[in-house]
């Protein structure tokens, strides 16, 4: 079972650039389809962006779109969030799990996560 951990948060302006990092264990990371999500406040977890096993597949939520990237180092075993334009409501905590193909779905264990609070 693959082990996550998440770092690259911390305190920002709007407007202003973050990026996160997700550091994966397991020799078939690879393989796997990978994203990430976040938990606002009294919020329930959503979908922020995935990225498949191939070079080229790539899907953003709708209120990410255009202002964050996606990537991954599948040598460093580590899946990437550019967040760029950052705006008050992107503040929560950024989670990235495995993905079931085919889906926006994760599967598997979480990591503990990592702040990211936008100030306005």
């Known amino acids: 079972q693959v082990q996550l951990v998440e770092s690259g948060g911390g305190l920002v302006q709007a407007g202003g650039s973050l990026r996160l990092s997700c550091a994966a264990s397991?020799?078939?990371?690879?393989?796997?389809?990978m994203g990430w999500f976040r938990q606002a406040p009294g919020k329930e977890r959503e979908f922020v962006a995935a990225?498949?096993?191939?070079?080229?597949?790539?899907d953003y939520a709708d209120s990410v779109k255009g202002r964050f990237t996606i990537s991954r180092d599948n040598a460093k075993n580590t899946v990437y969030l550019q967040m760029n334009s950052l705006k008050a409501e992107d503040t929560a905590v950024y989670y990235c799990a495995r993905i079931i193909d085919g889906s926006r779905a994760p599967i598997g264990s979480w990591g503990q996560g990592t702040q990211v609070t936008v100030s306005s």
């Open positions: 397991g020799r078939t990371f690879s393989t796997y389809r």
């Open positions: 990225i498949g096993w191939s070079i080229g597949y790539t």
